[in-house]
């Protein structure tokens, strides 16, 4: 419900801080008092049109806070979340305008659009007045208000899960189609692809694998080429040039043909002896090395023809080498899918088909709900009609069936409240056939049945009263109460009868001060209630008469 409201600068009002409880609340005052100010000050917070004209003379903005208390679960938490603002007990909208007309808003003290206040304004107040209506008067409401009266939530949960689970069937056969419908263009490609990829075979981690082994034989060849370099050098290049080998043996030959005593010479020849053998060692090992580890080139040639095939084929499909295996099961897959299309299509059809009878069936059983509900609803508000002095007056619900285009989770039909409000008038919407007072009563017939199942928590009524009074003005303040009794209703009434009612009454009044004009708001206690309520009877002179008539009220409504 709206606990309080917060009003800074805003046409007559200098600084105004209201508080709010549950239950009705009058609002009255002498016509100019500017009763109509509070309403546009509560519009603002709710998101209507701002205007430079709303800041006070010689301000530079103005400002309303409207705090509201919601009862768990109730939408505007969703559409909080929805924004990525964290819900909190208490929800304030706030709006601040330039003196040029420009605003911002705010909830919770975060700003945000002007379109988001008046999404969650929608949700907490719903204003019936002469000249505006919202709530009731708009059709795209009349479906859920109805489905509440004759408690249809579980057929309406039936229908939205029916047509959820044709819409998933509809979807899933739309990709199947579409996806042989893609694969059938590309048919000639694909079955070339999958033949390709089927015949190069390519494996998990081949081309890490392959990228090893090249390295390993590349690292052979360089190692054969180094051993047969070694080799060439211990061996003789042509005839004239001797090996190392025969080298080594003529200088030893040549040091044994000393002259003895040849002992200065022995520690060369020994020398060249082990060089001898040494040599000899060598070429044995280089000779074991060739033979045991010689290159294959072959291999490598093998090798390195199979990894470049894999890179070209992964260029070629713009993929990585390691993704190829999977590219070939995803074209078998869809070449399978193509061959096999027409019987998974066929399948999915009846899916799609079945799932399409279940929401006709869910969908048929709430429209039935529907039509019975809305007789009961039309005799329940006729009840309510004669009272209010609109017994000429009657209520249709229409239940009709939409175009198939226009399904939904709501169902297959459009309700729609029309009114006539004279015999042999051709029933039409309410904002269109009946005038200010009659709809606002109309309305308030509405409410006192539908109070139940309102998702709005707090209901504004402006002069529902307007142009009746006498008993037709108590069974209007009588209704207000009733409704009252489950949501939170403020009433700006010129109706002694009507402010009676009232759990609270705040009297709104003009004074001048400093040479300006402001607007007070006083909320009033019993005494002070039974003199308003006198001077609404009365007028200027209060009598004793009518101040008697006023306990009278109060006593009636108590």
């Given at each position: ?252 030959r040549a040091l044994e043909r000393l002259p003895p005593p040849n002992e200065e010479a022995q520690p060369a020849i020994v020398a060249l002896a082990a060089a001898q053998d040494a040599l000899a060692e060598a070429e044995s090992a280089l000779s074991r090395l060739m033979n045991e580890g010689g290159p294959d080139p072959r291999r490598l040639e093998q090798v390195e023809e199979r990894l470049f ?250």
């Amino acid at each position: 419900m709206l606990s309080s409201l917060a009003i800074r600068d805003v046409v007559l009002i200098e600084r105004l801080d209201l508080a709010f409880g549950p239950g009705l609340t009058a609002l009255t005052g002498e016509t100019g008092a500017g009763k109509s100010i509070l309403l546009d000050s509560l519009g603002l917070a709710l998101g209507q049109r701002a205007e430079a004209g709303m800041v006070r003379a010689g301000q530079t903005q103005a400002s309303v806070a409207a705090a509201f208390h919601p009862p768990s679960g109730h939408p505007a938490f969703d559409i909080l979340r929805e924004q990525g603002i964290e819900p909190e007990d208490d929800l304030v909208l706030r709006r601040v305008v330039q003196a040029d007309g420009r605003s911002r808003a705010f909830v919770n003290d975060q700003p945000v659009g002007v379109a988001l206040l008046r999404r969650l304004g929608a949700t907490l107040v719903e204003v019936q007045g002469q000249h505006e209506q919202v709530g009731l008067a708009d059709p795209a409401s009349h479906g859920g208000l109805l489905d509440a009266f004759g408690a249809l939530e579980g057929r309406r949960t039936a229908a939205a899960e029916a047509w959820s689970a044709w819409r998933t069937a509809t979807r899933r056969l739309a990709e199947a189609r579409e996806a042989i419908a893609a694969a059938q263009r590309e048919e000639e490609w694909l079955r070339h692809a999958v033949a390709e990829l089927k015949e190069l075979n390519p494996e998990e981690g081949e081309e890490d694998r392959l990228a090893a082994e090249r390295q390993r034989l590349q690292q052979g060849e360089r190692r054969a080429e180094a051993i047969a370099a070694a080799i060439a050098e211990l061996t003789p290049r042509d005839r004239r040039s001797g090996s190392p080998a025969r080298a080594l043996r003529e200088a030893a030959r040549a040091l044994e043909r000393l002259p003895p005593p040849n002992e200065e010479a022995q520690p060369a020849i020994v020398a060249l002896a082990a060089a001898q053998d040494a040599l000899a060692e060598a070429e044995s090992a280089l000779s074991r090395l060739m033979n045991e580890g010689g290159p294959d080139p072959r291999r490598l040639e093998q090798v390195e023809e199979r990894l470049f095939a894999l890179r070209a084929a992964a260029r070629k499909h713009s993929v990585a080498v390691v993704e190829l295996p999977a590219l070939a099961a995803d074209l078998r897959a869809r070449l399978e899918a193509l061959d096999a299309g027409s019987g998974r299509v066929a399948a999915l059809e009846r899916d799609e088909a079945a799932a399409r009878r279940a929401y006709l069936g869910a969908g048929e059983a709430l429209t039935a709900a529907r039509r019975e509900a809305a007789t009961r609803l039309e005799k329940a508000v006729s009840r309510e009609l004669p009272p209010l002095k609109l017994d000429r007056a009657r209520l249709t619900i229409e239940v009709a069936a939409k175009d198939e285009n226009a399904w939904g989770p709501d169902g297959q039909d459009r309700v729609t409240f029309l009114v006539a409000t004279n015999p042999g008038q051709t029933p039409g919407q309410l904002a269109r056939i009946a005038s200010g007072g009659e709809l606002s009563r109309l309305m308030l017939a509405l409410k006192v049945v539908l109070a139940r199942g309102s998702p709005v928590p707090t209901l504004v009524f402006d002069e529902v009263d307007s142009g009746i009074g006498g008993a037709t003005a108590a069974a209007v303040g009588e209704r207000l109460a009733r409704v009252a009794e489950r949501l939170q209703v403020l009433v700006v009434t010129h109706s002694p009868q009507v402010a009676a009612r009232g759990a609270a009454h705040l009297r709104v009044a003009k004074q001048v001060k400093g040479g300006r004009a402001e607007t007070l708001v006083h909320a009033l206690p019993d005494g002070e209630r039974r003199e308003e309520l006198a001077r609404m009877l009365a007028g200027e002179r209060v009598t004793d008469a009518a101040r008697a008539a006023a306990e009278s009220l109060l006593a009636d409504a108590r």
